[in-house]
């Protein structure tokens, strides 16, 4: 042995492991020995405390209203269960946290009887992004570029839901053209949403071509966030007050462009699956979720209407003016996987008649409100006046007060209902922000969704509720 390297053995349970360390010279007798612990050995008491969340037990003496929960019997029992069942054929494995349908870092803790789900119980909190306690640091101008990354798929919806509390709070008015570039650019934003969820659908229960499909279209809608906001997501566009800059020269072409190549794109999608006999049989009668479900587990948005509940807050509580604007609310029957789909796809063409009629519609005007205790000065002012700079530079670096009071809204994202609740003390700063993120009731209503179900079910159900992990780890 010399003296670059040394060995000493570690006991690991019953296991010996031998642990090579190079010492640098000079260093010899004060090596440290590390404690190691060998998968495949018996686990050393003091380090089961760590591990004890990933124990293969699913809490077996819980309440029997939680026991209900997590097999999906506490509302309706969609699917018989056979009491015959053997204890002893029950196992218990993890789906997730790392696992590419979840579509983040979801866990879910399974009991399985052969291939059937027995008992679910999603785990959240690997994302964990703190969003809510940091917009509480932050200006009121500065919450938009925090809250766009919360549903990452649907910035602009948070921006907006964020704004409109903010401005409730402030009591200003929003010029007409403001509120219109706001509704064009969510229902743009829905449509891009709707378009990847096709595409990881898909995917997600062996239609690998239609990821590449759903993102050709969506590209074109990114291209086209990138030309107004300069960003292809987290755009921090839409801020209290209205949008970060008008929209620029040459939008009509380009969104007369998106009108006539999204279409044509979904048209695809249409031929590629709807009488495809394989995503039938995995998507028909499967997944589902009744209406009485959706309404105990707070259950909105696509999920919601393909069970058959009418309500899309467009419609119940309009926003920005989007009552102005023709449109219809689709609408399923059955509550499963294959209604959720044509929901969706439904919802891209009403989301496109919506910009079709804003491109025909769209009001002059200012892009934002003329309150200049919220509005910074024109551009051209802060070379003019030395007031405007000393302005400009007040409200983006301590910002601006807003009254005490507190504020709810809500939007209708791509996912469904988005509210934001605000609190002010009277400073420039919230003194509580809180978000109510439609993906969290979705993660929780899986287990109504798929208990008692094969777990070959399983991804192609979690994929149709279109959850965003920050969306529920917020």
Not at 155 to 167: I, T
Not at 380 to 389: N, P
């Amino acid at each position: 042995m010399t003296d670059e390297n040394q060995t000493e053995e570690v006991e690991a349970g019953d296991a010996a492991v031998a642990v090579e360390e190079a010492v640098p010279e000079g260093t010899e007798g004060r090596r440290v020995v590390h404690d190691m612990w060998v998968a495949g050995t018996e686990e050393r008491p003091d380090l089961r405390r760590f591990t004890d969340e990933g124990s293969q037990e699913m809490l077996p003496d819980e309440d029997e209203q939680v026991l209900d929960i997590q097999r999906g019997t506490v509302v309706d029992d969609d699917f018989e269960l056979d009491d015959s069942s053997d204890e002893e054929e029950l196992q218990i494995i993890n789906m997730g946290p790392q696992h590419p349908s979840t579509h983040g870092v979801l866990r879910l803790h399974l009991e399985l009887e052969g291939e059937t789900i027995r008992r679910v119980k999603p785990i959240i909190g690997y994302l964990h992004t703190g969003m809510e306690k940091t917009a509480e640091t932050l200006t009121w101008l500065q919450g938009p570029t925090n809250v766009t990354r919360m549903d990452y798929l649907s910035p602009f919806h948070n921006e907006l839901a964020y704004s409109l509390a903010v401005e409730k709070l402030l009591g200003v008015e929003i010029p007409e053209r403001a509120q219109a570039i706001r509704i064009l650019m969510t229902e743009l934003n829905r449509v891009a949403s709707h378009l990847l969820w096709v595409a990881t659908q898909g995917m997600d229960i062996g239609a690998i071509s239609m990821m590449i499909y759903g993102w050709r279209e969506r590209e074109y809608l990114l291209d086209f966030f990138e030309m107004v906001t300069g960003l292809r997501m987290n755009h921090n566009y839409i801020r209290p007050g209205g949008v970060a800059a008008d929209l620029p020269d040459g939008w009509e072409e380009a969104v007369e462009d998106l009108l006539v190549k999204v279409p044509a794109g979904v048209d695809e999608y249409h031929e590629i699956l709807d009488e495809n006999p394989i995503f039938l049989d995995r998507t028909q009668g499967v997944g589902i979720l009744t209406p009485a479900e959706c309404r105990a587990f707070g259950v909105t948005g696509p999920n919601a209407r393909a069970s058959g509940i009418d309500w899309d807050l467009r419609k119940a509580f309009p926003y920005s003016g989007i009552e102005k604007y023709d449109f219809e609310v689709p609408l399923g029957q059955h509550g499963d996987v294959l209604d959720r789909y044509h929901v969706r796809m439904d919802e891209i063409d009403e989301s496109l008649k919506i910009a079709r009629q804003l491109l025909e519609t769209m009001p002059a005007g200012d892009y934002r409100t003329e309150d200049r205790k919220v509005t910074p000065p024109p551009r051209k002012r802060i070379d003019e006046s030395m007031e405007a700079l000393i302005h400009h530079f007040k409200i983006f670096t301590s910002g601006f007060s807003v009254a005490p009071g507190e504020a709810w809204q809500s939007v209708e994202s791509p996912r469904g209902e988005l509210g934001v609740y605000v609190v002010s003390e009277g400073g420039a700063k919230p003194w509580r922000v809180h978000v109510r993120g439609p993906s969290f009731a979705h993660v929780q209503a899986m287990p109504a969704a798929v208990t008692d179900t094969l777990i070959a079910d399983l991804v192609s159900t979690m994929a149709s509720m279109d959850t965003v992990l920050g969306d529920v780890d917020r």
